[in-house]
């Protein structure tokens, strides 16, 4: 039972240009969205988020929009860099007993090409 | 600010063997959690705490596993008996949660556990 599904598993963007990575949930109890963002042999590093009470949140060249009825997320990049290569998880949040369980999608391996 | 530290980096150990994992969460944090890699089932969470108490186990995938908090600033997870199956990424992770505002976990950078 997949609550978080990245449908893409790889995705290549020229350098430049816009990238856009795509999350779909099928849990409506979900009240809170994150990216992070993954090189090798270091852990997912926070790079944005969403409340479910909004349907865009900006922060730099990282944009996520929420499309809470058609339970679905992306991340738009832009421009794109080459230090954006990197895997990326879409995670969403349920807080159970005062603690905030993530659930993750399986990431999109982004590469910009120079 | 030091993150979330992660000890040992990497373990290589024969099958049957106990192993220890070790994290010291971000201080000032109130939640920690225990997540596993692996390329078939991605990032799963196993295990997590807030304020030193387990909440939610049901991740943990058998009674080999088991983790404890004895203290704010520290967390242990262990495996006994070890199995060539449990080879994976293991990450911890912590968040301050207050209660009314959502704030992002914090990862360490795992441990590669080898089971030979």
């Known amino acids: 039972d997949q609550q978080v599904k990245q449908n893409s598993p790889s995705l290549s963007v020229q350098e430049g240009r816009i990238s856009i990575l795509n999350c779909d949930y099928t849990?409506?109890?979900?009240?809170?969205f994150l990216w992070y963002k993954k090189y090798p042999a270091e852990g997912p590093t926070f790079l944005i988020s969403?409340?479910?009470?909004?349907d865009k949140n900006e922060d730099g060249r990282f944009t996520v929009f929420l499309n809470k009825s058609a339970k679905h997320l992306s991340l738009h990049i832009v421009p794109s860099q080459p230090g954006d290569s990197a895997v990326y998880f879409c995670?969403?949040?349920?807080?159970?007993?005062?603690?905030?369980?993530?659930?993750f999608g399986q990431g999109t391996r982004l590469t910009i090409n120079p | 600010d030091a993150g979330v530290i992660q000890s040992p980096r990497h373990e290589v150990t024969e099958m049957g063997q106990e192993v220890t994992l070790r994290c010291k969460p971000i201080?000032?944090?109130?939640?920690l959690f225990w997540y596993r890699q692996t390329m078939m089932r991605g990032l799963e969470l196993l295990i997590y705490?807030?304020?030193?108490?387990?909440?939610?186990d049901s991740g943990m995938p058998e009674d080999r596993f088991s983790a404890k908090m004895p203290n704010a600033s520290f967390s242990t997870l262990k495996i006994q008996p070890s199995e060539p199956r449990d080879s994976a990424v293991y990450f911890c992770?912590?968040?301050?949660?207050?209660?009314?505002?959502?704030?992002?976990?914090?990862f360490g950078d795992g441990t590669r556990l080898s089971i030979l």
């Open positions: 992770a912590s968040r301050f949660y207050s209660g009314t505002e959502a704030r992002p976990q914090h």
């Open positions: 849990n409506s109890m979900f009240d809170y």
């Open positions: 969403i409340s479910s009470i909004k």
């Open positions: 995670a969403a949040s349920v807080i159970i007993q005062g603690a905030q369980k993530l659930v």
């Open positions: 201080s000032g944090h109130n939640s």
């Open positions: 705490f807030n304020n030193n108490v387990p909440i939610d």
